[in-house]
Nanobody
Framework: VQLQASGGGEVQPGASLRLACGTS????????MGWFRQAPGKEREFVAA????????YYRDSVKGRFTISRDNVKDTVYLQMDSLKPEDTAVYYC???????????????????????WGQGTQVTVSS
């Protein structure tokens, strides 16, 4: 399974970007999907996750109200809409997928990188004036 993240770029504070994560190989329409990010010199951190059905979403506190995770299971694609971007959102963003199907978890589990078996290559997001 390969995940391909796209949509990153360099924008000014307050702007928006939409990241997309597609897959080749096994379809992931029945798997939990997540977005993580890693800024220079910092550890990778959880950003958002969505259940296999799309009915449950979780976000880190600093992006709540600004970022929205969604999925299109027909296109087998997960999106991260990022609005009101701030310089502290600058990072490489990674999409990730659980290898299990039709499985639900606790909130803490969704937020843990250990849940996700498949990872994309990352896309750079830079927010700078």
């Amino acid at each position: 399974v390969q995940l391909q993240a796209s949509g990153g770029g360099e924008v000014q504070p307050g702007a928006s970007l939409r990241l997309a994560c597609g897959t080749s190989g096994r379809a992931l329409s029945e798997s939990v999907m997540g977005w993580f990010r890693q800024a220079p010199g910092k550890e990778r951190e959880f950003v958002a996750a969505i259940s296999w059905s799309g009915g449950i979403t979780y976000y880190r506190d600093s992006v709540k109200g600004r970022f929205t995770i969604s999925r299109d299971n027909v296109k087998d694609t997960v999106y991260l809409q990022m609005d009101s971007l701030k310089p502290e959102d600058t990072a490489v963003y990674y999409c990730a997928a659980d290898k299990r199907r039709r499985t639900t978890y606790t909130e803490a589990r969704y937020m843990s990188s250990s849940l996700y078996a498949y990872w994309g290559q990352g896309t750079q997001v830079t927010v700078s004036s």
